[in-house]
């Protein structure tokens, strides 16, 4: 069965720098999301991403967040200045047309250490 | 203010048993999902609902509209449902998406 794909798995960063985190949805899907879980704390919901634009964005993901999909296969996330509160498990999520009965599926995360 | 909220937000039960997962929520929704996060962190979409009742396998997912409350529930329990299991909700204003702290479910042998 396809699968939404990661990378990589964990990624430490020291403040202030920036950092990428990698997805390979599902090759039919047309829908994209990133999610950021904090340890503890409930999955947040960031940017849903559909034709090539932001179709919704959360308050979290403010001006040093950035989405792209550059070569129509990865589906990336930029943090442009990391802060310590920026650690967290991030998931990436896509899903096939027809949002009413299509479930989104999830990859397995990049945990994000920031020191 | 959380838009979702579960209950109970830890749950012990002994093989075998029925146990009933329930989440509440405040927004006008296009969809609830239910998902299942394992201990190493990754996430697992169980049900989509937008109305009535969907089965799969031990696992049954209901949804009632007007009073804005679905339920999960698993039959048969079995040490390897042990999970969180996280109600999310698709805000029908757009594409925003909302989350339940999750509950905790523990099947002891």
């Known amino acids: 069965e396809p699968e939404v794909t990661q990378t990589p798995s964990h990624q430490v960063t020291q403040m202030g720098q920036e950092v990428i985190l990698r997805c390979v949805p599902i090759?039919?899907?047309?829908?994209f999301y990133w999610y950021r879980q904090i340890l503890g704390q409930k999955v947040e919901f960031l940017v849903s991403?559909?034709?090539?634009?932001?179709?919704?964005k959360s308050e979290i993901f403010d001006d040093q967040f950035s989405v792209e999909r550059p070569d129509g296969s990865n589906f990336t996330l930029k943090i442009r200045s990391t802060k310590l509160e920026d650690s967290a498990m991030y998931f990436c999520?896509?899903?096939?047309?027809?949002?009413?009965?299509?479930?989104?599926?999830f990859g397995d995360g990049t945990r994000l250490s920031i020191l | 203010k959380n838009e979702v909220e579960q209950s109970p937000q830890n749950l012990t039960a002994q093989e075998g048993e029925f146990i009933t997962i329930n989440c509440s929520y405040s927004?006008?929704?296009?969809?609830l999902h239910w998902l299942q996060q394992h201990p190493g962190g990754g996430i697992v979409s169980l049900f989509m609902?937008?109305?009535g009742k969907k089965k799969h396998g031990r696992l049954i997912a209901t949804i009632n509209i007007q009073e804005k409350h679905s339920s999960l529930h698993i039959t048969a329990s079995h040490p390897r449902d042990s999970a969180v299991y996280i109600c999310?909700?698709?805000?029908?204003?757009?594409?925003?998406?909302?989350f339940g702290t999750g509950t905790s479910l523990t099947v002891i042998p």
């Open positions: 609902l937008s109305s």
């Open positions: 090759s039919n899907h047309l829908y």
């Open positions: 999310a909700v698709r805000g029908n204003t757009g594409n925003q998406f909302y």
């Open positions: 999520a896509s899903r096939d047309r027809g949002y009413s009965n299509q479930p989104q599926h």
């Open positions: 927004v006008g929704i296009s969809a």
């Open positions: 991403f559909y034709n090539n634009e932001i179709s919704e």
